[in-house]
């Protein structure tokens, strides 16, 4: 069984889809899931796809999820099975993900052990965060009703066999913003003409850095980084405009809030002082995730009888998951399974997900059914 399960996983990794573009994705899916004699409904919330194993007289239901979606990186693993889709990478081992909820379903299927219903959930779109309220927003608990609802996220530096999570915040909000700096062009050797945007970006973005350094009370998590500063210059010419981008990262609505409040009023101000303007743009992209405490404590006991090492109270990130949005919906947890300590980081182009992990996986997702839905 967990042959097939690596061979749908390799078949997965060699042709990744972005997010919302999972149509082949999709239909392996929704394939599979029918050869498991599963009800299976397409198309919710774009690509998402739900599959539905009943058992039994129980009335209860639990949702497991798994994302389908791959990023935009021209992989350099030179595995066999490599990304045939240039440029698009399964980095996140969302393939991992994938196979192994599909594993859960056949097995469960062929031998339920449990009283109710389960509720297959593949999600479309979780790297931009847009595929659960996608899916969320086109009924996904009105069709499905759940009572309860798990996820995992394979981790590299954790050996594969481990498993960690923590009751309470898990991963953090993600916001991200643009400020466009306008100045004035001109001739690179006739700079006193000029209001040159890039001299005020700079400042901005080293001032940007007393966000959290001076602005927010140190014992509050968070994060500003400025990822890109694009221009419109040229070698010998002063640009008129800059472009800064970036991604902040925290755990409360109001420390997300100061941060963009204290971001308008350092880009404005600086700005303003180099006779320059600042127009920022900021949004939020994810929302914390915060595991329920019963459901976290469920997910630890039977993580204890299929794991080598369980981690029940594990250090929160600052990376963020989509699964939030249905955890802000239905009590669950969401953990990590390790991946091997010396598997490159997710989203580096040479990172690949442990087939290895598979069994583990599969079997935490049944035993946490079955526990669920005794
Ligand atoms: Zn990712
Ligand atoms: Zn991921």
Not at 154 to 183: S, Y
Request: charged share 20%.
């Amino acid at each position: 069984m967990t042959g097939d399960v690596v061979a749908w996983r390799r078949h997965l990794h060699a042709h990744p889809e972005l997010g919302f573009g999972e149509h082949e994705t999709a239909a392996f899916v929704a394939e599979k899931l029918r050869s498991f004699g599963l009800e299976v409904a397409e198309g919710i919330g774009g690509t998402g796809v739900v599959g539905t194993l009943r058992h039994g007289g129980g009335n209860r239901a639990i949702g497991l999820r798994a994302d389908m979606d791959a990023l935009l990186i021209a992989e350099a693993t030179g595995l066999e099975y490599a990304s045939r889709n240039p440029g698009r990478m399964h980095a996140c081992g969302h393939d991992g993900h994938t196979a192994a909820l599909l594993g859960a379903a056949q097995a469960m299927a062929a031998d339920p052990g449990f009283e109710g219903t389960i509720h297959f959930i593949f999600q479309p779109a979780e790297e931009h965060g847009r595929g659960m309220q996608a899916m969320l927003a086109d009924g996904l608990l009105q069709r499905f009703p759940m009572d309860e609802a798990y996820g995992i996220h394979n981790m590299p530096g954790m050996p594969v066999g481990a498993f960690a999570t923590r009751p309470g915040p898990l991963m953090a909000a993600e916001d991200n913003f643009e400020i466009v700096v306008a100045g004035r062009g001109a001739h690179a050797a006739r700079p006193h003409l000029a209001v040159d945007p890039i001299l005020t970006g700079s400042a901005i973005v080293l001032a940007l850095q007393q966000i959290v350094a001076r602005r927010l009370d140190p014992v509050d998590p968070a994060v500003v980084s400025v990822t890109e500063f694009i221009t419109d210059g040229t070698r010998n010419v002063i640009p008129n405009i800059v472009r800064i981008k970036g991604d902040c990262r925290s755990y409360r609505p109001d420390i997300s809030a100061a941060i963009e409040r204290e971001m308008r009023r350092i880009a404005e101000a600086t700005a303003l002082a180099h006779g320059a303007t600042a127009e920022v743009i900021y949004t939020r992209e994810f929302i914390p995730t915060v595991n329920h405490a019963a459901q976290t404590e469920a997910a630890l006991a039977v993580a204890g009888g299929v794991f080598d090492s369980v981690d029940a109270d594990c250090a929160p990130l600052m990376g963020s998951e989509d699964f939030a949005h249905l955890l802000a919906a239905v009590p669950g947890n969401f953990a990590f399974i390790g991946n091997g300590e010396a598997c490159a980081s997710l989203h580096n182009p040479a990172y690949d997900y442990a087939d290895a992990a598979l069994p583990g996986t599969i079997a935490y997702l049944v035993a946490l059914a079955r526990s669920r839905l005794g």
